[in-house]
């Protein structure tokens, strides 16, 4: 007699051997996928080069050049809150700021961000000091590619910011002259750097 199909027996090991696989990796769990990864809370940061002006209604404009470094955490891959640093200098001048930081990433490229950010500006010619309260408005444009299995964007980061606030603390000094608390204070920026994000 011909008996077509396996015996019973190997049918009841095939079967047990393949419940125990499932058991086990419900145990331990399956590898996340790269979604989850990119979903889940992760580091960011970026460090660039800066150029631009510091400008005080109604004519004084203050050029310069620095330095910019933020790390923070990065959301759901899409929002980040973090701590941003800036040196920025003319010789003549400086200009040192600390900022609160919230940025979100609209595509695979583009990053809009604002904050909160305190600056203090200086002569070294007088040792004046004028500080200010401003909040930024930026944007962001990363054009290396991530690839579909890369959790994070790294490479170049190209930005502009443009922020407006208020003098907060006087300055008597010959580089900025005189200022009331409460005036106007703006500054532009092009920065050029390397950001994981």
Do not use: C
């Not at 979100?104 to 604002?114: F, I, M, S, V």
């Not at 401003?134 to 991530?146: E, L, N, S, T």
């Amino acid at each position: 007699m011909i008996v077509i199909g396996e015996p019973k027996p190997y049918r009841a090991r095939v079967l047990l051997s393949l419940m125990v696989a499932v058991a086990l990796g419900q145990a331990v769990g399956e590898p996340s996928s790269i979604e989850d990864r990119r979903a889940a809370v992760r580091p960011r940061f970026a460090i660039s080069a800066i150029g631009g002006a510091l400008l005080f209604p109604p004519g004084a404009a203050v050029p310069g050049f620095g330095l910019m470094a933020d790390a923070g955490a990065l959301f759901n891959d899409h929002f980040s809150v973090g701590a941003r640093l800036s040196a920025f200098t003319n010789i003549v001048t400086f200009d040192l700021g600390v900022a609160a930081a919230l940025d979100y990433a609209l595509a695979e490229h583009w990053a809009l961000g604002t904050g909160v950010a305190y600056k203090a500006f200086g002569g070294a010619d007088s040792g004046s000091l004028t500080t200010a309260l401003m909040v930024p408005i930026r944007v962001g444009f990363g054009p290396a590619i991530r690839s579909a299995h890369e959790l994070f964007r790294r490479g170049l980061l190209i930005g502009l910011e443009f922020a407006g606030g208020v003098v907060v603390v006087d300055s008597s000094g010959r580089t900025f002259g005189a200022r009331t608390a409460g005036t106007p204070a703006f500054s532009a920026l092009l920065t050029v750097g390397y950001a994981q994000w």
